[in-house]
Antibody, heavy 120, light 110 residues
């Protein structure tokens, strides 16, 4: 069965960086894009960007340009999202979600989420 | 970029039918597919509708989606409401370079 298993919760200080992992199983990792979506407590979903695990191509939401980097390690079927220059407003649950390359708009499976807390 | 606007909350009784709207601010709603996600408290989102009106396997046919070009909006309709349908629902669409989520609608089944 398809699974996206994310790394555990993180606590970071303002100005630091965080790197969240998303390990895929149950399907061919390079056949689906990985998107990252975040959700602050009590708030809605916010799309951050996507990565094609086959080519490594990425696309980032304008809001996160220059602060986010999405990468992958195909040998272990794992995608990564690194967010730098953290501030308190970045405190949120971060989700990875896969999308078929032929239907990049359809997030059919989601990870369990990773809580990132930014606090001094 | 465009926005997707949803009502903040809706409520209805078990067994009834409820419709949640999602209005696109600019560009045609028919130009890009709309998806709907259900999120129960403490859980990750799951898809209930994709490509405007398609249901993933395992989603009951009580869930249906549609688009209306005249109002530039999409709708999620849930019939025969059950208490387990109580959740937040998000619409989502896209343009050439961005994915956009609506603000979410809290459905209360009381």
């Amino acid at each position: 069965q398809v699974q996206l298993v994310q790394s555990g919760a993180e606590v970071k200080k303002p100005g630091a960086s965080v790197k969240v992992s998303c390990k895929a199983s149950g399907y061919t990792f390079t056949s689906y894009d990985i998107n990252w979506v975040r959700q602050a407590t009590g708030q809605g979903l916010e799309w951050m960007g996507w990565m094609n695990p086959n080519s490594g191509n990425t696309g980032y939401a304008q809001k996160f340009q220059g602060r986010v980097t999405m990468t992958r390690n195909t040998s272990i079927s794992t995608a990564y999202m690194e967010l730098s220059s953290l501030r308190s407003e970045d405190t949120a649950v971060y989700y990875c979600a896969r999308a078929p390359v032929y239907a990049m708009y359809y997030f059919d499976y989601w990870g369990q989420g990773t809580l990132v807390t930014v606090s001094s | 970029n465009f926005m997707l606007t949803q009502p903040h909350s809706v409520s209805e009784s078990p067994g009834k039918t409820v419709t949640i709207s999602c209005t696109r601010s600019s560009g045609s709603i028919a130009s890009n597919y709309v998806q709907w996600y259900q999120q129960r408290p403490g859980s990750s989102p799951t898809t209930v509708i994709y490509e405007d009106n398609q249901r993933p396997s395992g989603v009951p046919d009580r869930f249906s989606g549609s688009i209306d070009s005249s109002s530039n909006s999409a709708s999620l309709t849930i019939s025969g409401l059950k208490t387990e349908d109580e959740a937040d629902y998000y619409c989502q669409s896209y343009d050439s370079s961005n994915q956009v989520f609506g603000g979410g609608t809290k459905l209360t089944v009381l």
